[in-house]
Structure formats: structure tokens, C-alpha cells
């Protein structure tokens, strides 16, 4: 991906586990964890 012109800058910002099936998992800089609630109503891209 990073071979092509478009992917130049592209980061690599999660990854899939079986520690906990069928949730999304956001670890915090200092280790903390917590579970990202599913998205409720109109389905629009989340911004971090």
C-alpha cells in the first residue's frame, strides 16, 4: 500500500484479536482500555 502514490502516508491503526470477539477495543497512550460503543442512527465516519 505504501508503494503506491495515494498510500504514501498511509498508518497502520489497529489490528484483529480473538481476546475479545465482535467488539472494537480502543487502547489509550498510557495502556487503558475500553470498548467503542457501536454507532447509533445515521451511519457516518467517525473522526479521531
Do not use: D, Y
Amino acid at each position: 500500500m505504501k508503494n503506491h502514490k495515494k498510500g504514501k502516508n498511509t498508518a497502520i491503526i489497529g489490528e484483529i484479536t480473538n481476546e475479545h470477539p465482535n467488539k472494537v477495543v480502543m487502547e489509550s497512550l498510557i495502556g487503558g482500555k475500553r470498548i467503542v460503543s457501536p454507532l447509533v442512527g445515521e451511519q457516518l465516519p467517525r473522526i479521531c
